[in-house]
């Protein structure tokens, strides 16, 4: 083919030097020439100038922009070989020639029966053939005819043959004039041909800069570097690199660069999504589509999934969110870090992007991760990339293509749906492709926020129009091609390529690759079936490496269609070839070819490692598989960990089975699969292990089962657990039975019983000597005295417990914790430091999505902000809360921040809107059996907010009846403490004594600072009513309360006036 039909290499040292005349840098070439109407993109530019091959009509840009001939830009060309042949006058039409030799005379009959006859000259010499074709205007085959002709010769006969190819200038009187001045007016093997002949080694072909510049020769290594006649002609490798040829396809692709045009012009978002059957040619249209943008000047980001092996050291996934925040594959770390410390997305989702970018994590970032659910870490990702997605606005635009999606894993497919939800709202073209499997086997609803674009077979006229690229002029087996693949791309061109090789054409692709891997000989075969071993996508140095080639050369599995470069790499052209290849091999081929690559890979890849050393029986395989998957649960790459888990649960010995299970049963609670991670922690228990391994495993499955609220079968589990840790005296278990039995009793209501158990906890734990147990246990020790009402006790157990946790880092145990300190620090009268616990608990909350434990964090920063009528602060906690509750289902946390918001209305004057919040809470009460959690409490609430002394007193009557069954301790002190304010706001002095003396006899088992406070103001009060106050007992108490920090207790000295005015 001539140039315009292909890529050609330019010339880099000049082309640098013209734009630096200039002074203009890369982007600034790149936007004049759109300025000039001359559609040049960045990247092509670069690509050019590293010394990548480029399309013509970009040669031919540059060339206008720069104002030289476009010869003078191509690489290793003469000026009188840059021309396109149409646009030639006719006095300097060419005559291509190609001039062989034979070693062997013998060999001349099955040469001419290699020809295909479209050659104008021909003339024989013993052993010499020359060939020439006289190029007409028409005829645009000519260069594809001549490289086909040239590397069968080069197939067939390998080192029994040289020859090289020339371009000769053709005279309106028909004689020939070889470029080096040479005459020759008759076409004949001349000497100088004979000459040229002896300077080639055997096996190579040489060409001249012709067919170099017309990229229908590869350069491999220079040709008589001496002679300066042959300053530019090179050895070359006629193989064909390209046979991805696109046809078709109309209406798609007009579509689509509607709609890369359309945002080009608006730079506002959308997606497509080309689906259809694989080899239908969906990969070709869309890299037609990004040629189309590139050409407009965008940027493009393009990511590849696979099956199986990889494409870049880089995962998918990081290349993808790197693109989406402009950052490239290569940036540091402290780069990425502090272009995002800066940037306008909140800090809080710092973490979840250094993750997704590939950044190396701090142990206190690992730590914080490691508390996280599997489900709590998606919707955090999808958070994260949502407040990315809007920064991106002040980002460059760019399109982003992601090929073969139905690959990804969970995490990577949660990526494209929020991708895909907001791609309208940003300034990214989202562009895919995939096929209905896995995943994508049922349409998802993620779609719709897409265009989907399905690919139908081409038609015959389509099919034709590829055959002739790929056979030109072959119409009988064009016919027949055509014919078997009924519109299938992949199927006719791997039939057209087949075909070649003179054979029948089989009826299956298989079939195909078969007849294909027949004719190639030891060492390439060798090559393509260990690429198959690699994957789709492979590095020519690793194969070099597995083969034991070093300077291997894949040009037969170019010519053949089986492999394409693919930027710096190869390719399998479909993974369906590369499957079909690796069928072939037998299974000594195997394991022999597993070795080699889990040799390439051992310090490369972890994942790529262990499964070939499993693929290769390798004696330690188990262990490599148990290793890596550690690994990447240490990284939080879940899918990974548990994909190797499984593989190494398909060898695990005997012995090592109930290990195994258990270690895939926790990676699938950690994923949030209760129910798959059940089952695996089940089938562990009952498999072969010594009684020491069974007590943990059992302890693993409460886990699950406590989610699930399989409370009975876990408290059983938990006696068995019990069993074997006291057979074995491993303290540490037992001090984990009881701590998590404690934890289980807690909602029930015995308190009692959960005290027992978490003394249990904390002797164990102090006589195992375990900082991680001992924690623990003075939490859960701190849990119970809370549910008394004990808040000294709870506050000291609760100190204890996150003194620890700041000492030897205990995040996980410090999440459940620090908010509970928050709570009893306000009995204290401590609600500075409780305010900034409460904070500093909903920050880790936040951080670790434990929304249980943010809730109740927010929750008590709103009980502070009340008690300081900070409404504006205690209404955005309030509700932020709630939001989170509502979400959960979480009636009980629903029903508690009604209460709070009730009192927030009645701070804010809205009366109605108070009475309404808490007849909501109560209402949650009574329909989920909470009175003995929570009833008491909103039923003093109730009375306080209420308009209608009636209500009021009803509202106390039924809290004082909960209050008679055993409750949560907190219930007694808020029952008391608020019915103390209903009966001063009611001016009923006996209810108001009675709630005194209530709250006063609770504390007397263990006073605290809070109970004191109220019970002091309810003197003053009852003094108040009496007339027995005086102002300075009122101002004393008042200026106490500001003190700490409770203006909300203030009693008005109008209180005192009206009262003496009675």
């Known amino acids: 083919m001539g140039p315009k039909d292909g890529r050609i290499p330019l010339n880099v040292s000049f082309l640098k030097t013209l734009r630096k005349r200039c002074g203009l840098s890369q982007e600034k070439v790149a936007e004049q020439c759109l300025e000039k109407g001359l559609y040049v993109s960045v990247s092509s530019i670069k690509r050019a100038e590293s010394g990548m091959n480029v399309l013509y009509r970009t040669a031919m840009s540059l060339a206008d922009f720069y104002a030289v001939p476009v010869g003078q830009l191509l690489a290793d060309a003469t000026p009188v070989a840059t021309g396109t042949l149409s646009k030639l006058p006719f006095y300097d039409r060419q005559l291509l020639t190609v001039v062989l030799e034979m070693k062997a005379l013998t ?24 060939l020439g074709w006289c190029v007409h205007e028409s005829d645009e085959y000519v260069f594809e005819r001549i490289r086909r002709l040239c590397a069968m010769l080069q197939f067939t006969f390998k080192s029994e043959i040289r020859l090289f190819v020339e371009a000769a200038s053709v005279g309106q009187d028909g ?35 012709c067919f170099v510049s017309s990229n ?39 579509r689509l660069q509607n709609g890369v045009r359309l945002f080009t012009e608006t730079q506002t978002g959308m997606g497509y999504c080309l689906s259809g059957m694989a080899g239908i040619g969906k990969t070709r249209l869309l890299l037609k589509t990004l040629e189309y943008a590139e050409c407009l000047g965008c940027r493009v980001t393009q990511v590849q999934l696979l099956n199986y092996g990889i494409v870049d050291t880089r995962s998918p996934l990081t290349l993808l969110v790197r693109a989406l925040f402009e950052c490239d594959k290569e940036d540091a770390d402290d780069v990425i870090r502090g272009r995002i410390s800066v940037s306008a997305i909140p800090s809080s989702h710092h973490l979840f992007l250094y993750w997704l970018m590939g950044v190396t994590l701090r142990d206190s970032e690992k730590k914080l991760l490691d508390l996280m659910e599997f489900q709590a870490l998606q919707q955090a990702v999808e958070q994260s990339l949502t407040d990315l997605i809007q920064v991106r606005c002040d980002m460059p635009f760019r399109i982003i293509a992601v090929e073969d999606i139905h690959w990804a894993d969970q995490v990577f497919m949660g990526v494209i749906q929020v991708l895909s939800k907001h791609a309208r709202e940003s300034n990214f073209l989202l562009l895919l492709t995939f096929r209905q499997q896995n995943q994508l086997a049922v349409k998802q609803a993620w779609l719709d926020e897409v265009e989907v674009i399905e690919l139908s077979s081409l038609s015959e006229e389509e099919s034709y129009q590829l055959a002739q690229y790929m ?88 010519e053949l269609g089986l492999v394409k470069p693919v930027n710096h790499q190869l390719m399998f052209h479909h993974d369906l070839i590369c499957h079909a290849i690796h069928h072939q091999l037998t299974e000594p081929e195997l394991i022999e070819v597993n070795q080699r690559c889990a040799a390439w890979y051992e310090s490369r890849d972890k ?39 499984e593989e190494a649960l398909d060898i695990a010995p005997e012995t090592d089975q109930a290990f195994t299970l258990n270690f895939k049963g926790n990676c699938l609670y950690a994923m949030g699969r209760l129910e798959e991670s059940i089952h695996a922690l089940e089938q562990a228990v009952t498999c072969l292990c010594r009684d020491q391994e069974k007590s943990q495993y059992y302890l693993d499955l409460v886990r699950p089962y406590r ?142 999505a434990n929304r249980r434990a943010e809730i109740v964090s927010r929750l008590t920063s709103g009980w502070i902000f009340l008690d300081r009528q900070a409404l504006v602060q205690a209404e955005n906690e309030i509700e932020t809360a709630l939001r989170i509750a509502e979400q959960l289902k979480a009636s009980r946390f629903i029903a508690f921040l009604l209460e709070s918001k009730a009192r927030l209305y009645w701070q804010k004057g809205e ?51 909960w209050l008679e069954s055993a409750c949560v301790g907190h219930n007694y002190l808020r029952f008391y403490q608020q019915g103390i304010q209903a009966a001063w706001r009611l001016k009923k002095p006996s209810l108001l004594r009675r709630y005194r003396k209530g709250l006063a006899a609770f504390a007397t088992a263990e006073p605290n600072p809070w109970c004191d406070f109220y019970v002091e103001q309810a003197d003053l009060m009852l003094a108040l009513i009496r007339n027995e106050a005086s102002v300075a007992n009122l101002l004393k108490f008042n200026q106490y309360a500001e003190t700490v920090a409770l203006p909300g207790a203030i009693i008005p000295l109008t209180e005192l006036n009206n009262l003496l005015s009675h």
């Open 471 to 558: 056979a030109p002029e072959q119409d009988e087996m064009i016919q027949h091609c055509v014919e078997l693949a009924q519109g299938h791309p992949l199927f006719l061109r791997q039939t057209l390529l087949c075909s070649r090789l003179d054979h029948e054409i089989p009826e299956s692709l298989e079939h195909l690759v078969m007849v294909q891997l027949n004719q190639l000989d030891e060492t390439d075969l060798s090559a393509v079936k260990s690429a198959s071993v690699f994957g789709q996508c492979f590095d020519l140095e690793q194969l070099r490496f597995v083969i034991g080639v070093p300077d291997y050369e894949p040009d037969k599995l170019l």
């Open 707 to 848: 989610l699930t609220d399989e409370t009975e079968k876990a408290l059983t589990i938990l006696d068995l657990a019990q069993a074997f840790a006291e057979q074995t005296q491993q303290y540490v278990l037992l001090s984990e039975v009881h701590s998590m039995r404690g934890n289980m009793l807690f909602p029930s209501g015995d308190v009692a019983a959960c005290e027992v158990e978490h003394q249990q906890a904390l002797a164990y734990s102090q006589q195992a000597g375990s900082r991680v147990a001992i924690a623990k246990s003075f939490g859960g020790l701190g849990d119970c005295a809370y549910a008394q009402g004990k808040m000294t006790t709870a506050y000291q157990y609760l100190q204890e417990c996150l003194s620890i946790c700041e000492q030897e880092e205990l995040l996980s145990i410090e999440a459940v914790n620090r908010y509970m300190l928050a709570t009893v620090m306000i009995y204290q009268l401590r609600s500075g430091q409780a305010l900034q616990h409460a904070q500093q608990a909903s920050t880790l909350a936040y951080l670790t």
């Open 607 to 645: 994942q790529q490692h262990a499964l070939h050393a499993k693929r290769a029986r390798d004696e330690n395989a188990f262990g490599i598989l148990v290793d890596a998957a550690r690994s990447y649960l240490d990284n939080f790459q879940f899918e990974k960990a548990l994909n190797l888990i």
């Open 216 to 254: 229908c020769a590869r350069p491999k290594g220079e040709f008589a570097p001496e002679d300066v006649r042959f300053a530019h002609w090179r050895v070359v490798s006629m193989c064909q690199v390209n046979t991805d040829y696109f046809v078709g396809r109309t209406h798609e692709l007009e």
């Open 175 to 209: 004689e020939s004039k070889w470029m080096t001045g040479a005459d020759a007016t008759d076409f004949m093997v001349s000497d100088r041909m004979m000459a040229i002949l002896s300077r080639i080694s055997w096996g190579d072909i040489v060409a001249c800069p």
């Open 107 to 130: 060999q001349k009959a099955q040469v001419e029966a290699l020809m295909d006859g479209t050659h104008t000259h021909c003339c024989h010499q013993d052993n010499v053939i020359a």
């Open 911 to 961: 009366v109605a809107a108070a009475e309404h919040a808490i007849d909501q809470g109560l209402a949650l009460v009574n329909e989920h059996q909470l009175s003995r959690f929570i009833g008491p409490w909103l039923c003093a609430t109730k009375a306080f907010v209420s308009q209608s002394e009636a209500v009021a007193m009803a509202a106390l009557a039924q809290g004082e009846a």
